[in-house]
């Protein structure tokens, strides 16, 4: 778990740079640049290729984690299995493509009465789709062959530096709202584009793919896994991005907007959980298959407390500083109205990141059709969430519904982990981590909070920030809460200090 932890460490560099960088983005310059309902069909158009994107894959990027082992061999280029990953999400690509206008009419329908302003760009989700499956495909690739560094600074910092320029010239007078779409679309196409570049120089293009490789009836189980897991990619993806949809269809584009921006802060939380995840998953595949379980348990265990203390630190920063967070953003009185958006997504997230690693558990082991079954569930239970819930309770009632939508999935997936292989995600680790959260919770309470102009708000969340950091990082070496933080810090200190670290 230490590599894991410094190669998470060194993604996460490249994802919280992306966060910096859709912090200035998504809280500064699309609120100042765009009318809430430009911002919002600008997300929109984004989140629902998402959505799209997780079953036009037809599972590619998980054949791709699950199967690679079988295809390694650096001297051939892995038998060009780069090959098969890209080829077989085209059969997906055109039965979306030819599903999605076959079913126009009633897309524009469906945003016809709140959200018109959508209908005009709704198509442009076709490209995006398909450009969104081939990076997740690219992505698998990378990760299995040990890099994760580029794909996420391409995905992290190159993604959304075009996005703020492509907003700011707009916001500018450069171009029309119309142009400055078809800008961002053609972004994500130029993702794809650079991350098979990368590839190439690495060595490790090759579409010629060894047929003769798929053996035993290999290619039967691999479509088989791909297909059968690509109903739980939908049912992720509903589960997390249907409740913006649905406001659009009942609320309006105003309310999506506030909602989106709360949501946005809310999410920063688990920017370290994707980093771990990537990491995590090709070790975790391989172990699982060689049924390697001490492995598997302490992957299990340690990822959850690691992601439990970083998930925490990151959300006592983000909802101990709110007021001040909200009320810098331009068109703070409009925007400020997700403040409690803020608290039930983020406080889901952190629950579920202290899970650990139980979703990818089930996902790569041969009790994968549970997993399917439970997202399919949880995707009915989400949209019967927000059905009831947004006209009782607006936003507030869409960040209710999937909060509350993410503690049962979460359970449930904890609770599947446990029947199949008697294992829990908590060790007495876990207890030293929740007091020290608490610990720092408390003392926020009685630091100074300034609010008034910009320079005075600033200044209070930089030096609130320090401080509860401080107290935090302090108090989890003290308490040695975990011993690959411990490590991590030691080997730092001997590398800067030429001093052998001590285990």
Not at 76 to 103: E, M, R
Not at 117 to 122: A, D, V
Not at 203 to 226: A, E, I, K, P, W
Not at 275 to 295: C, D, G, K, V
Request: charged share 15%; aromatic share 14%; hydrophobic share 55%.
């Amino acid at each position: 778990m230490g590599i894991i932890i410094r190669q998470s460490l060194k993604a996460s560099l490249g994802a919280y740079i992306g966060v910096a960088i859709g912090i200035v983005n998504q809280l500064l310059v699309s609120p100042e640049f765009l009318e809430p309902h430009q911002l919002a069909i600008s997300r929109i158009l984004l989140e629902n290729s998402l959505v799209f994107a997780a079953f036009a894959h037809l599972g590619t990027p998980f054949i791709g984690d699950r199967f690679f082992s079988y295809f390694r061999d650096d001297k051939t280029k892995h038998n060009g299995f780069l090959g098969f990953l890209l080829s077989f999400p085209l059969i997906g690509v055109a039965l979306f493509t030819l599903a999605y206008f076959l079913f126009e009419e009633q897309i524009q329908n469906y945003f016809s009465a709140k959200s018109p302003e959508l209908i005009p760009y709704h198509a442009l989700v076709v490209p995006l789709t398909i450009f969104w499956i081939y990076l997740v495909v690219l992505e698998a690739y990378c990760r299995n062959n040990a890099r994760i560094a580029i794909p996420t600074f391409v995905r992290e910092v190159y993604l959304k530096l075009a996005n703020v320029f492509i907003v700011l010239l707009f916001g500018l007078g450069w171009y029309s709202f119309d142009l400055m779409i078809y800008l961002l679309v053609a972004s994500y196409g130029s993702a794809v584009i650079i991350l098979l570049f990368y590839i190439a120089h690495l060595g490790r293009f090759s579409l010629r793919f060894d047929f003769g490789q798929l053996r035993n009836g290999m290619f039967r189980q691999m479509v088989y896994y791909g297909l059968f897991i690509v109903m739980g990619g939908v049912g992720i993806n509903l589960v997390m991005l249907i409740d913006r949809t649905m406001l659009s269809h009942g609320e309006g584009l105003k309310e999506t907007a506030i909602f989106i921006i709360a949501t946005y802060i809310a999410g920063i939380i688990e920017i370290p959980r994707k980093s771990i995840t990537q990491i995590s998953t090709p070790l975790l595949a391989n172990s699982i298959r060689e049924e390697n379980w001490t492995h598997v348990l302490e992957l299990y265990r340690k990822s959850s407390l690691n992601q439990l203390l970083v998930g925490g630190l990151a959300f006592l920063l983000v909802f101990t500083n709110i007021d001040g967070i909200l009320g810098v953003l331009p068109k703070a009185d409009l925007y400020s109205q997700g403040k409690w958006v803020v608290l039930f997504i983020s406080l889901s997230k952190l629950i579920d990141m202290a899970m650990g690693l139980n979703a990818e558990m089930i996902t790569y082991s041969k009790h994968f059709r549970y997993s399917t079954y439970l997202v399919i569930v949880m995707a009915l239970v989400a949209i019967a969430a927000n059905s009831y819930l947004i006209p009782l309770y607006g936003f507030n009632g869409a960040a209710l519904a999937t909060a509350l939508t993410t503690l049962l999935y979460t359970v449930s997936r904890v609770s599947l982990v446990w029947v199949f292989y008697k294992m829990l995600p908590f060790t007495t680790a876990a207890l030293k981590a929740l007091f020290v959260l608490i610990v720092t919770y408390l003392v926020s309470l009685i630091l100074p909070e300034w609010q008034g102009d910009l320079f005075f708000t600033l200044t209070s969340i930089v030096f609130r920030s320090a401080v509860l950091t401080g107290l935090f990082v302090g108090l989890i070496l003290l308490l040695r809460v975990s011993e690959d933080i411990n490590h991590i810090v030691a080997s730092f200190w001997a590398m800067v200090t030429k001093r052998k670290p001590v285990n």
